[in-house]
C-alpha cells in the first residue's frame, strides 16, 4: 500500500541521548518534511527537503538535523535530546514544495 | 511571520446542529488547506483552496476562502457524531512552500 511510514512508533529516550527518526515514503513524491505537534501548539514545521539533496529550515529547527540522501528517506536526528523535545512527530511528502502534503502516522518520543 | 488562527478552540455541539468553524490568517496568501486528526492518529487532508472565493464541499462539510478578507470557513451542516476530531486549516505563503497551521479546533458531537 502506497504511503508514508515513520519509525519507531513511539521511543522513551534518556536526555543526552542520539535519536533518528526514521521516515520513507514509496509516492515518489519530491518533497518531504518533519513536524513536531505539541497540545495547545498545533503543527510546528521543524526541517523540509523540496527535493532530494537539498534541505531546509522550518519554524523550531534548533537541537535538530536532516539528511535527504534519495527521494525515498528523510530521517530526523536529534543529536542530544532533551526533554522539551518530548513530542509527537509527523513526517509528511507532497509531490512538489506547496503542494498538498500526506503525512505518516507519527512516533511519539518521550525525552526524560 | 505569517499567523494563523482559528476559533473556536474547542466546539461541542448536538447532532443535527450546524456550525461554522473559522481560520483567519495574517499575510496573503495563494494556497489554504483544511485537515482532519482523528485522535491519536495522523492528519487527513479534507480539502485546497486556492483562489479568492473558492468553495469546496464534501458530505456535511464545506470550506471557503475569502482571500481579501484572509479567512476560510468550514461550515459544518447537520452534524453527525463520526465528524467529531480536530480540524487544521494550514497556509502557504505566497511565493512560498511552507505551510503553517492553525492551532487547530477540536470538535465533539454528541448524540
Known amino acids: 500500500i502506497a504511503g508514508i511510514t515513520q519509525a519507531p512508533t513511539s521511543q522513551i529516550l534518556a536526555a543526552g541521548r542520539r535519536m533518528t527518526l526514521r521516515c520513507t515514503q514509496d509516492?515518489?513524491?519530491?518533497?518531504m518534511y518533519w513536524y513536531r505537534q505539541d497540545l495547545g501548539l498545533g503543527l510546528r514545521l521543524i526541517h523540509y527537503s523540496n527535493t532530494a539533496g537539498t534541505t531546509g529550515k522550518g519554524e523550531v529547527p534548533d537541537g535538530y538535523s536532516v539528511s535527504r540522501a534519495n527521494t525515498d528517506d528523510f530521517p530526523l536526528t536529534l543529536a542530544s535530546a532533551v526533554p522539551s523535545q518530548t513530542s509527537v512527530y509527523f513526517c509528511?511528502?507532497?509531490?512538489?514544495?506547496?503542494?498538498?502534503?500526506?503525512f505518516g502516522p507519527g512516533t511519539r518520543l518521550l525525552v526524560l | 511571520e505569517l499567523k494563523v488562527e482559528q476559533n473556536p478552540l474547542f466546539l461541542s455541539m448536538q447532532e443535527g446542529k450546524n456550525y461554522t468553524i473559522y481560520c483567519n490568517y495574517s499575510?496573503?496568501?495563494?494556497?489554504l488547506y483544511w485537515y482532519r486528526q482523528d485522535p491519536g492518529k495522523s492528519l487527513e487532508s479534507l480539502f485546497v483552496?486556492?483562489?479568492?472565493?473558492a468553495v469546496k464541499q464534501e458530505g456535511r462539510l464545506m470550506a471557503s476562502l475569502d482571500t481579501k478578507a484572509r479567512l476560510s470557513t468550514l461550515h459544518i451542516t447537520a452534524a453527525v457524531h463520526d465528524l467529531s476530531a480536530t480540524y487544521f486549516c494550514?497556509?502557504?505563503?505566497?511565493?512560498?512552500?511552507?505551510?503553517?497551521f492553525g492551532g487547530g479546533t477540536r470538535l465533539m458531537v454528541k448524540p
Open positions: 494550514a497556509v502557504v505563503r505566497n511565493a512560498g512552500n511552507m505551510l503553517t
Open positions: 483552496l486556492l483562489s479568492n472565493g
Open positions: 499575510t496573503t496568501s495563494d494556497r
Open positions: 509516492m515518489r513524491h519530491n518533497a
Open positions: 509528511a511528502s507532497s509531490r512538489e514544495a506547496g503542494e498538498t502534503q500526506y
